[in-house]
């Protein structure tokens, strides 16, 4: 394999420190306002009892991301709007702040803002919230645009009703004038571009790095003792995360049989045997007697942590990502990371990352080969990606959320002071 050949990029997307520049004149800013607004700001949190949210990536962006609200606007009034209030984990947890409490519909309470953290679920029973919400200013999280971008993977294979329902509520997030929270600037780009959305409606956002995610260096028994759990005995490459169509596991899978035609090498596929996509995969590559791809089935925190810390890089040549966490979890943990050079991924990886055509098999197969033979570029990767993964805090997240939220309710707040008078809500809160 000629390696001098390869089409691989490794591109400066980077801000170099603004991303913390910014976060520190943001927290720095809420910090000598001594003025006291004491917003009352209503959550619709029927997600909270959404399990296919919940179970997925945006129950964990939603806890962290009101969690972190909640404890940078100390003295606001947050509440979790339902229609009937049932305990659960999810509740538990956010009610643990103090200035946090549920307001179900019968109770009328004057919010100054209503904010949703996920408008597009369209499920059966889960009613509009851009239906339903009170008047008065509004924002929305807004993930990604995957049933559009790659239509013929997901959209096009939905049974009609749904298609018309996501439409629908695209229009009346478009027509409601809320304020759209992007978790990307390549999402606010695909909202303008596909759904006709005003730039200046829509406020990328970002996300953070749960500390969960990141632990300290493992010791070297740990390490290798974790490699052994799943028969990890030679220079193995990780593929994290689900594997539906969009994620371009074949693609993977191709690029890992040529690259293990000139090397010794294994591929671990980390996650649960539920994902219906591994078991067909699995099976797929055992009939073509592949030998050398490990699926773990679900594995500890702590593990995954020692794979990241071991592998020799993670391969994610996705074709659409909102935001991408896999690639933003393995630089954290000192993983080199292979990946697509679309949609967010270059803005997410920065120049931290070996930035890859996702229907480039060859480059793929190719960027494998030079992160098992070259040490000193495997060393810049890590370096590169250590800092960059440092970039991304809820604390910045949670600021550009506040600064949004402050201009929503009160364009002149911040220089005339004071909060305006409240809107009443009326008694349907959810």
Same mark, same amino acid.
């Given at each position: 394999m000629d390696t001098n050949e390869t089409k691989i990029q490794i591109v400066d997307h980077s801000h170099g420190g603004a991303f913390a520049e910014l976060t520190a004149r943001l927290l720095q800013r809420h910090k000598v306002s001594q003025r006291s607004p004491g917003y009352k700001v209503g959550i619709d949190a029927r997600v909270l009892y959404f399990s296919p949210s919940m179970e997925r990536g945006i129950g964990a962006y939603t806890m962290s991301h009101l969690g972190h609200m909640f404890r940078l606007c100390s003295d606001w009034e947050f509440y979790l709007c339902v229609d009937e209030y049932h305990e659960n984990e999810y509740f538990r947890e956010l009610l643990g702040f103090p200035n946090v409490r549920v307001k179900t519909v019968e109770q009328n309470v004057a919010l100054d803002l209503f904010h949703i953290p996920d408008p597009m679920s369209i499920i059966a029973g889960f009613d509009s919230p851009f239906l339903v919400a009170p008047r008065g200013p509004s924002s929305a999280i807004f993930y990604d645009l995957t049933p559009l971008t790659m239509r013929e =993977?997901? &959209?096009?294979?939905w049974e009609p009703l749904s298609q018309i329902a996501y439409r629908s509520r695209l229009k009346q997030m478009r027509a409601c004038g809320c304020q759209v929270l992007a978790i990307s600037e390549s999402t606010k780009s695909d909202l303008v571009k596909l759904c006709g959305f005003p730039a200046e409606r829509i #406020? +990328?956002? =970002?996300?953070?790095?749960?500390?969960?995610?990141v632990s300290g260096s493992p010791g070297e028994g740990e390490l290798q003792a974790a490699r052994l759990r799943y028969g990890l005995n030679k220079p193995f490459f990780l593929v994290v995360g689900g594997l539906e169509a969009h994620k371009n596991f074949p693609v993977t899978a191709n690029a890992f049989i040529t690259a293990r035609g000139s090397r010794d090498i294994q591929l671990a596929v980390v996650g649960g045997t539920a994902d219906p996509y591994k078991n067909v995969f699995r099976e797929a590559l055992q009939r073509e007697g592949v030998t050398d791809v490990v699926f773990t089935g679900f594995?500890? %925190?702590?593990? !995954? #942590?020692? !794979? @990241?810390? #071991?592998?020799?890089?993670? $391969? &994610? +040549?996705? %074709? @659409?990502?909102?935001f991408g966490f896999p690639p933003l979890e393995a630089m954290a943990n000192r993983c080199p990371v292979i990946t697509s050079n679309v949609s967010s991924l270059p803005e997410i990886c920065g120049d931290a990352a070996l !930035? $890859?055509?996702p229907d480039d098999q060859e480059g793929i197969a190719r960027a494998m080969v030079r992160l098992v033979d070259d040490r000193t570029l495997r060393a810049q990767l890590v370096d590169r990606g250590m800092r960059r993964a440092q970039q991304f805090t809820w604390e910045r997240t949670a600021a550009l959320t506040r600064q949004s939220w402050e201009g929503l309710i009160s364009p002149n707040a911040l220089t005339q002071g004071g909060a305006p008078e409240p809107r009443s809500t009326g008694a349907r809160a959810t």
């Open positions: =993977m997901h &959209f096009d294979r #406020t +990328p956002i =970002m996300a953070g790095l749960n500390s969960n995610k594995v500890s %925190r702590e593990d !995954l #942590t020692c !794979l @990241y810390n #071991t592998a020799a890089g993670l $391969v &994610f +040549p996705s %074709r @659409y990502e909102g !930035l $890859v055509s």
